[in-house]
């Protein structure tokens, strides 16, 4: 990477101050981060499973992105084997997208076909799909901080498998958190997702190593020109894509509005054209 800004010679992580521009909601950045910081990373699987680190004996990116050549088109969920015995996709989702339940399912059952053919089912590695989101996903759903989802029973509430499942972390209901949410850090690390700036990362990193090694990686790409390049690629990328959605589903609506009143128009028309017709058959009756 590049390290040709004269800002990064006399500012650290340490003396930054200000609006951070790529924080960890950039799905870039996170990826990146966590596949340089095995602390930081062994700390957030420990929160969203309710782990202690004495219980991670590897946790392995298996999908590492180069910034160097990094498309803006380029799949950003960060995709782990956790003690060589179960698979986690960390997915980041900022920008809404009302296809999200059929797209999660799709790359949960992807992740969870994980053997070969004509191998043993019995080597089928237990697989859950996380995802960290400020929007809602659910609108439907009852507000919850961190929601579970897994294959039940509908009448017995019997648990059909506990090796499939997709976790909702949502960073906008804090306040709705837990003791055992709290226990495990996962409000501490929905504040390090949410935090906007210097200020606000330090005094949640102050005394925390492993997230003081993740506030220097934010720093470093952030004052890099290259990598900082490839951030706004990507953001530019995504916005592009969430204006096309936006657009798109806009412009759906507005014809479906307009065939409608169409309908209705020609309905009223018609309504229009029976009762004439009713009159004047009641004036040919008498």
């Known amino acids: 990477m590049s390290k040709t800004n004269d800002n990064r010679k006399t500012l ?6 200000g609006e951070i521009e790529f924080t960890l909601m950039s799905d870039m950045m996170f990826h990146y981060v966590m596949q340089k910081s095995e602390r930081a990373l062994t700390g957030l699987v420990c929160a ?12 392995i990116v298996t999908n590492p992105i180069d910034l160097n ?6 799949i950003m969920d960060v995709k782990l084997t956790l003690n060589n015995n179960e698979i986690l996709n960390i997915e980041l989702q900022v920008y809404p997208d009302k296809y999200w339940t059929s797209r999660s399912i799709i790359y949960l059952c992807r992740a969870y076909d994980n053997i070969g053919n004509g191998d043993n089912y019995s080597l ?14 659910l609108p439907h759903a009852e507000p919850e ?19 499939f499942g997709i976790n909702v972390l949502q960073l906008n209901h804090t306040d709705k958190a837990t003791d055992e949410d709290k226990q495990n850090n996962l409000v501490y690390w929905a504040d390090l997702f949410k935090a906007t700036t210097w200020e606000e990362f330090k005094a949640l990193a102050k005394n925390h190593p492993d ?24 953001r530019r ?15 759906a609506e507005e014809k479906y509005e307009a065939v409608v009143a169409e309908k209705d128009a020609s309905l009223a028309e018609k309504d ?15």
């Open 69 to 74: 050549s990094a498309g803006k088109e380029t």
């Open 272 to 286: 229009a054209t029976i009762a004439k017709l009713q009159a004047e058959l009641e004036k040919y009756k008498k």
């Open 237 to 251: 990328y995504r916005e592009q894509m969430n204006s096309q959605y936006t657009a798109g589903y806009t412009d």
């Open 211 to 234: 997230i003081e090694e993740v506030g220097t990686l934010i720093f470093e790409l952030n004052y890099d020109n290259q990598a900082k390049e490839a951030l706004e690629g990507q």
């Open 12 to 17: 650290t992580y340490e003396t930054a101050t």
């Open 48 to 59: 969203l499973k309710g782990l202690s680190p004495d219980d991670v004996k590897s946790v």
């Open 124 to 137: 089928v590695k237990p697989t859950t799909l996380f995802c960290i989101t400020d929007q809602e996903l």
């Open 145 to 163: 901080f961190y929601a579970k989802y897994r294959l039940i029973n509908l009448k017995s509430h019997h648990l059909y498998t506990d090796k």
